[in-house]
């Protein structure tokens, strides 16, 4: 069974910068994606990031380039979302999800993800 957890999220100010979490089980033995998405009150989910399983090749959203970094530690089976520069705007639910068996791609910011999981907020005050 895959499991996706997320952790890291907090409250902080404008322009300080927070690094998500995201624990994978499961899916050892296989080459998949991870991208996280982002969900703000009242708003459509936004893909933000994807890195390959098998080379941490990246591709993000225009809205978050330059500022939010992915990155992966295999031997932990965690993927990183290093974020800076925070704005109030930034503020919603962070999520990662994978996708088994592809490559990263523009379609893997749309959501069409096999797992998800389930969440962590952050809260970036003015």
């Known amino acids: 069974e895959v499991q996706l957890v997320e952790t890291g999220g907090g409250l902080v100010q404008a322009g300080e910068s927070l690094r998500l979490s995201c624990v994978a089980s499961?899916?050892?033995?296989?080459?998949?994606?991870i991208s996280w998405f982002r969900q703000a009150p009242g708003k459509e989910r936004e893909g933000l990031s994807c890195i390959n399983s098998n080379d941490g090749s990246t591709i993000y959203a225009d809205s978050v380039k330059g500022r939010f970094t992915t990155s992966s530690d295999n031997a932990r089976n965690t993927v990183y979302l290093e974020t800076s520069s925070l704005k109030p705007e930034d503020t919603a639910v962070y999520y990662c999800a994978a996708q088994e068996w592809r490559l990263c791609s523009v379609y893997s910011l749309y959501g069409n993800m096999d797992y998800w999981g389930k969440g962590t907020l952050v809260t970036v005050s003015s």
């Open positions: 499961g899916l050892t033995g296989k080459e998949y994606t």
